[in-house]
């Protein structure tokens, strides 16, 4: 779950720091086929949590904030529906 999870995220902000939609796909093709396949299925697990991002203090004092809490908001809204009871 903790690596899908991150590759969630990953993909996500990837997907934010490019410029076109072309771009985009295709960084977030090529870091996706970077990370290792989960060997667990998702089915195994009895619950999910999705946890609120993180930032470090260069970030959280930049203007690169309010991006990640709009992303943020956007991932929590797309994925909550899905891990809710």
């Known amino acids: 779950m903790k690596r899908l999870l991150i590759l969630i995220v990953a993909v996500a902000a990837l997907a934010s720091c490019a410029t076109d939609p072309g771009r985009r796909s295709r960084v977030a093709q090529e870091e996706s086929a970077r990370l290792v396949a989960p060997t667990t299925p998702l089915s195994s697990y009895g619950t ?3 946890k609120p991002m993180e930032m470090g203090p260069e970030v959280a004092n930049s203007a690169k904030a ?3 809490k709009d992303l943020e908001a956007r991932v929590q809204a797309r994925m909550q529906p899905l891990l809710g009871p």
């Open 66 to 68: 309010a991006v990640a």
């Open 48 to 50: 999910f949590e999705l």
